[in-house]
Structures are given as C-alpha cells and as structure tokens.
C-alpha cells in the first residue's frame, strides 16, 4: 500500500478526483429516474454473460455477447434523455449569469399562485433561468407583457383561451402562455399527480427551470425543480424557496464575480 502511494503522481490524484466527479455527477443525474432501472438491467445481463461464459452455456453466451457487443449504441438510444439533459448541464457557464428575477417579480408570482390555490385555479407557471426555453415557447402564444399577478390570474382563468398550457416568464416578462410541455416518462410518480405536474416534471427533467404548479383539485402549490417536486405548506414558504433560488443565489454569484474582479485587477 505505501509502495503504492509513493509511486503515486499528483497527475494521478487529479485524474481520480475528476473521475470521481463525473460519476458522483452521473449519479446526480440519474437518481430518482427510470435511468436507474435500466442500468441496473444492464448490469445484469453483463452478469449473466460472464456466468454463462464460466459454466459453458454456450447458446446464451452467444445471445448476450451480441446483445453487449452493440451496447454503446443501446446506451444511447435508452440514456438520450439523461445524456441531453448531462450535456446541458455541462454547457452552462461556471457561476449562474443573472436570471433578470427580482423581488418584486417574486412578490407578483407569490400572490398570483396564493390568489390562484385559494380559488381552486390551475396554473403553470415556468421561470426561466440558463437554459433557453425557445423550443417551448415557440409553441404558445407570445404576450411580452409586464409581469404584474392580475394577468397572470387572468390567463390562467377556466374561461381564457390560454389556460391550459404553461406560462413563461423570460428575463422578468411574461413572454409566452398556452405552450406545450413535454410530459414526465418516470414510471415512479405519484398517481395523485396529473398532466400538470407531469408537464413540469418533464420539463425540469430536460431543463434548469423553476416551475410552480398550481392544482385546482387539491389546492395544493407545488414547486418542481431538477425533476423533483416540492409541496408548498403557505405562503412563507413558497416566498423563502424563490428567494433561497433566486436573490440569494445572485447575491453569491455577485460575490464571487467581485472577488474574481479583484484578482484579476492585483
């Protein structure tokens, strides 16, 4: 063991902490998923493959060594989803770029989705924050109106054309309403959840988004983020969550950029 220490490089303890990087990230990526399933699928099988190999089946060593030759390309057809959403969040810059979101636009949303629950209306309202969203918003109806809560009400309302799909809110504007998300394929939600709460779900799984939900039938607000949905209990809770997300994540980053400056400028 001590051999083995001292022939040791510090090449090598940086090439083992990037390696254990990428698959604590890997696993980040795919734990709550149906991702987990199938690799645990594929493992078993690499299993068998060896243990046929050991006993001498022949027949079923054949059959899984030209399943597992082709297994690269399996991986990615099976993990597209996890590998787009992996490659996103290896584009984004380092530190968070401004999400355009300020307190008063919190303030805005935070009364509209209170208003809206306490009423039994169902809403869906998406934030945008590094990942551009135009595949989404292309499919609604573009408004590039001021936030203010009375028109989110309004075009959440059972009467407007609009209601039923998500809402956007894109640099502290409404940008787009009525536009279709894609919906969750994640065997493991909750059968109390309906296409609302799918449609985030599916959305927060390919994207950096923040998107509340509002259910009309249990008056319940939920706040869906990297594929995981949160229950919001009352209004200081919703209001400590965005900004916990928001205003103080941009007062660190602004920290950061500060101290960076500084550095830069000695």
């Known amino acids: 063991m001590l051999d083995i220490l001292k022939a040791m490089r510090w090449q090598d303890i940086i090439d083992i902490l990037i390696v254990s ?3 604590y990230r890997i696993i980040l990526l795919i734990r709550g998923t149906r ?10 099988i690499t299993g068998m493959y060896f243990i046929s190999g050991r006993f001498d089946l022949l027949t079923l060593h054949w059959l899984l060594k030209t399943f597992l030759s082709s297994i690269l390309l399996i991986i990615i057809i099976v993990f597209q989803a996890d590998i787009r959403r992996a490659l996103t969040q290896m584009g984004k810059t380092p530190f968070h770029k401004t999400h355009d ?5 919190i303030n805005e949303i935070i009364t509209a989705a209170i208003y809206m629950a306490r009423r039994r209306i169902g809403a869906l309202i998406i934030i945008e924050r590094e990942t551009g969203l135009r595949d989404y918003i292309e499919s609604g109806f573009r408004l590039d109106a001021r936030l203010v809560h009375e028109l989110l009400i309004a075009i959440f309302l ?20 009525g536009c279709l998300l894609p ?17 985030a ?6 994207t950096d988004a923040v998107i509340i939900v509002v259910s009309e039938e249990t008056q319940e607000i939920s706040l869906v983020k990297q594929g995981q949905i949160t229950t ?3 209004e200081d809770a919703l209001t400590n969550t965005l900004q916990k997300i928001f205003i103080n994540q941009e007062q660190t980053t602004s920290a950061w950029k500060n101290w960076l400056g500084l550095i830069k400028n000695s």
């Open 201 to 206: 779900l599916g959305l927060s799984e390919e």
């Open 101 to 105: 979101v300020a307190v008063r636009d």
């Open 158 to 177: 059972p009467s407007s054309p609009m209601h039923d799909g998500g809402l956007i809110i894109h640099k502290g504007k409404i940008h787009s309403a």
């Open 21 to 23: 990087y990428i698959i």
């Open 183 to 199: 919906l969750s394929k994640n065997p493991s939600i909750s059968k109390r959840y309906g296409t609302r709460h799918r449609a």
């Open 35 to 44: 991702a987990v399933q199938m690799l645990l699928g594929i493992v078993l």
């Open 232 to 234: 919001i209990r009352d």
